[in-house]
């Protein structure tokens, strides 16, 4: 029997737009999400033949995720209805946007070389400190005016912190931006996710070295804010998406997951879906999950203790 993934291979363009993806997203280069609504940040390069594509606000996936995020459907729905759009001849052979990995890899390996060369490991502490964070953590630098981009056109240069994304052997594959200004006397802040030279696959910014125990947690504040609070080595995952599929290393045997308190448990559900994952994964002996008390993440819960103090 033909699975739906072998199915679609070759479809997913004529699939997206059956399901309302409109083929202004679908073009291989970089524009608006379907998802989220970021302007020129999400790409669908179908490297893998799988609707593949990566937004730098939602995170990346494939064309079954997609789906699922736009039309609020569950998983099993979706391949369901696939199936019956290609078994009943609705769907044909289009050709997918191909994508171009040589030349985009080559240009997102230069950035970010040059990104790294002009940053600094010291400048920019005060930003951490004003989130409460005293002890500086490893793989972040600081640029002091990057460019910020908006619809292909640099609309100003801004400080930024820069965290360096690993893969699960150590390897360098991308960076997050966190981009900097002073407004109304306090620092602004929006961030994003540089594409990579590799699938952003159980990737985290490695913030702390760890022994037997490790936590995770989405964003890099919020990953530093745990080890301010419980010294506990923290790594960041970036996004919800990336944290729900992290696998730890094997020498891992206890694993902390951070998660926020969301009104609507988006934040919640993720740090409990990590974990049924992980309570699979044979080497870990304890998963534990620390939700704060107050609405909001790891980081707000530090600032108000410090208040509090």
């Known amino acids: 029997m033909v699975s739906t993934r072998e199915k679609a291979k070759g479809r997913w363009r004529e699939i997206f737009r059956l399901f ?34 990566f937004c730098s606000g939602c995170g990346p996936g494939y064309g079954t995720d997609l789906i699922m995020k736009v039309t609020g459907l569950s998983f099993t729905d979706v391949v369901k209805r696939i199936d019956e759009l290609i078994d009943g001849g609705e769907v044909g052979m289009s050709k997918d946007v191909p994508a171009e990995p040589a ?10 070389v040059k990104t790294l060369k002009e940053s600094s490991s010291k400048d920019g502490l005060c930003y951490l400190q004003s989130r409460g964070i005293d002890e500086k953590p490893r793989d972040i630098c600081f640029h002091p005016a990057l460019g910020f981009y908006q619809d292909k056109k640099e609309i100003g240069k801004f400080p930024a912190m820069i965290g360096v ?24 802040t929006s961030k994003k996710l540089m594409p ?42 970036i996004n919800t998406k990336i944290l729900e599929t992290f696998i730890p290393p094997e020498a891992v045997k206890h694993l902390v997951i951070f998660g926020d308190n969301d009104e609507k448990f988006a934040g919640q559900f993720s740090a409990y879906k990590l974990a049924v994952a992980a309570s699979k994964m044979t080497w870990l002996e304890t998963i534990e999950v620390r939700i704060p008390s107050m609405v909001g993440d790891w980081n707000d819960f530090l600032m108000q203790k410090k208040l509090d103090t």
């Open 20 to 53: 309302g993806i409109e083929d202004r997203h679908l073009t291989g280069k970089h524009t608006s999400c379907p998802n989220c609504g970021g302007a020129d940040r999400f790409r669908m390069d179908n490297r893998k033949g799988d609707g593949d594509y």
């Open 103 to 112: 030349k985009d890899i080559e240009y997102i390996r230069k950035v970010t």
């Open 165 to 188: 994304i690993r893969d699960d052997r150590g390897n360098g594959v991308a960076l997050h931006r966190t981009y900097m200004a002073v407004k109304d006397g306090k620092i602004r």
């Open 196 to 237: 990579g030279v590799a699938p952003l696959n159980n990737v985290a910014i490695r913030l702390y070295d760890h022994g037997d125990t490790l936590g995770v947690a989405e964003g890099i504040e919020t990953a530093a804010s745990a080890y301010e609070l419980f010294g506990i080595p923290t790594w960041a995952c």
